[in-house]
């Protein structure tokens, strides 16, 4: 992880007067080894191979420490679960496109369409803060074969529901 990001965590444990434990610094390294997009859950699965004694709620609140601290944020990449995202430090107001079927992700950035953005929201008299926009579509697959690859596969990664 970036000396940053480090930086960033490490001022807001000060600020708040909490602690530097070894099982957070491992659950941050956990985080920030890939740029994918998680759930707590699959999280708590990566954390557990370093640590197996680590516990679940040890991995949840530390994801909520985490977002207040502006490391990471919280999206919605449908489905019923939360996802995080470690990237808007390197990307910020990236959006997503999401495939319907596979739950597939492409991140993007576009700056004319973030100018929109905020032109927007000047025009109701409010400053533009943060957005991230959620695209719903036909993956490529999807779109050329009607089937997306290993969609079983994907679904269940995912945990989304099969559908039949
Ligand atoms: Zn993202
Ligand atoms: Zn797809």
Same mark, same amino acid.
């Given at each position: 992880?970036?000396?940053?990001?480090?930086?960033?965590?490490?001022?807001?444990?000060?600020?708040?007067? $909490?602690?530097?434990?070894?099982?957070?610094? +491992?659950?941050?390294?956990?985080?920030?080894?890939?740029?994918?997009?998680? &759930?707590?859950?699959? $999280?708590?699965?990566?954390?557990? !191979? =370093?640590?197996? !004694?680590? =516990?679940?709620? &040890?991995?949840?609140?530390?994801? &909520? $420490?985490?977002?207040?601290?502006?490391?990471?944020?919280?999206?919605?990449?449908? #489905?019923?679960? &939360?996802?995080?995202?470690?990237?808007?430090?390197?990307?910020?107001?990236? #959006?997503?496109?999401?495939?319907?079927?596979?739950? !597939?992700?492409?991140?993007?950035?576009?700056? %004319?369409?973030?100018?929109?953005?905020?032109?927007?929201?000047? +025009?109701?008299?409010?400053?533009?803060?943060?957005?991230?926009?959620?695209? %719903?579509?036909?993956?490529?697959?999807?779109?050329? =074969?009607?089937?997306?690859?290993? $969609?079983?596969?994907?679904?269940?990664?995912? +945990?989304?529901?099969?559908?039949?």
């Amino acid at each position: 992880m970036s000396e940053k990001r480090q930086q960033q965590l490490d001022e807001f444990i000060t600020r708040r007067g $909490l602690r530097r434990t070894p099982q957070r610094q +491992k659950i941050i390294d956990a985080i920030f080894v890939s740029d994918e997009h998680f &759930t707590a859950e699959e $999280l708590y699965e990566r954390v557990r !191979k =370093s640590d197996s !004694k680590i =516990s679940r709620a &040890t991995v949840y609140r530390s994801l &909520t $420490l985490f977002v207040e601290a502006g490391l990471l944020r919280e999206i919605d990449l449908g #489905g019923d679960r &939360t996802h995080y995202d470690p990237n808007f430090d390197d990307k910020p107001g990236h #959006g997503h496109i999401i495939c319907v079927d596979c739950g !597939k992700v492409i991140e993007f950035s576009d700056e %004319e369409l973030s100018q929109m953005e905020d032109g927007i929201v000047l +025009k109701h008299g409010f400053k533009p803060l943060r957005s991230t926009l959620r695209i %719903e579509a036909k993956c490529d697959a999807l779109r050329k =074969s009607g089937m997306c690859p290993d $969609l079983i596969k994907a679904r269940m990664a995912k +945990k989304l529901p099969i559908r039949s």
